[in-house]
């Protein structure tokens, strides 16, 4: 049964970084691609970026380019979400999330991450 | 980037009635549209994909619609554990988007 349990919340200050791991179970971890996403307190879900698990390429929304990295360790079924020079907008539940056939469906998710961003 | 508008914002049903959301694309994405139930506390469940195909485990009275832009997600008879936000996303190009969400309540 696939299975994405994900770190446990974080609490952070402004200009800080957070690292949200995903560790997966019930499939072949290197044969689908993960995504992370996140959902602000109140808001809609916004897609942040992937991975491929099998060769490690990743693509992340523009905005994030450069504060964001996404790596995994095939040998522990798990994915990993750095996000460095924390801001108060960036307070939300970040999820990871698993396409299994058509690209762009995210089928199954994480429980969430809360990363809160306070001085 | 494609703008996801989705109609209403919060909709007021009791169980066993038959309610319908909808959801408008700024483009026209063909096929290309899920719809995600989120409960309170707990991570979103794709329930239909491809605008019409029921995802494994969703139960039958789901069901989608809809091609180019506009989209609906039908509960044939609410169900108490229906009660939930509804999320309709894109899946036509990168970046992916969301609607802002509605709530069945």
């Known amino acids: 049964q696939v299975h994405l349990v994900q770190s446990g919340a974080e609490v952070k200050k402004p200009g800080a970084s957070v690292r949200i791991s995903c560790k997966a179970f019930g499939y072949t971890f290197t044969v689908y691609t993960i995504h992370w996403l996140r959902q602000a307190p109140g808001q809609g879900l916004e897609w942040v970026g992937w991975i491929n698990a099998g060769n490690g390429d990743t693509k992340y929304l523009q905005k994030f380019q450069g504060r964001m990295t996404i790596t995994r360790d095939t040998s522990a079924n798990t994915a990993y979400m750095d996000l460095s020079s924390l801001r108060s907008e960036d307070t939300g539940i970040y999820f990871c999330?698993?396409?299994?056939?058509?690209?762009?469906?995210?089928?199954?998710w994480g429980q969430g991450a809360l990363v809160g961003v306070s001085s | 980037d494609i703008q996801m508008t989705q109609s209403p914002s919060s909709r007021s049903a009791s169980v066993g009635d038959r309610v319908t959301i909808t959801c408008r694309a700024s483009q026209n994405i063909a096929s290309y549209l899920n719809w995600y139930q989120q409960t309170p506390g707990k991570a979103p469940k794709l329930m239909i994909y491809?605008?019409?195909s029921l995802h494994s485990g969703a139960p039958s009275r789901f069901a989608g619609s809809g091609s180019g832009t506009d989209f609906s997600l039908t509960i044939t008879s609410l169900q108490p554990e229906d009660f939930a936000l509804y999320f309709c996303q894109q899946s036509y190009s990168t970046p992916w988007t969301f609607g802002q969400g509605t709530k069945v309540e």
């Open positions: 491809g605008a019409s």
């Open positions: 999330a698993i396409t299994f056939a058509t690209a762009g469906n995210f089928d199954y």
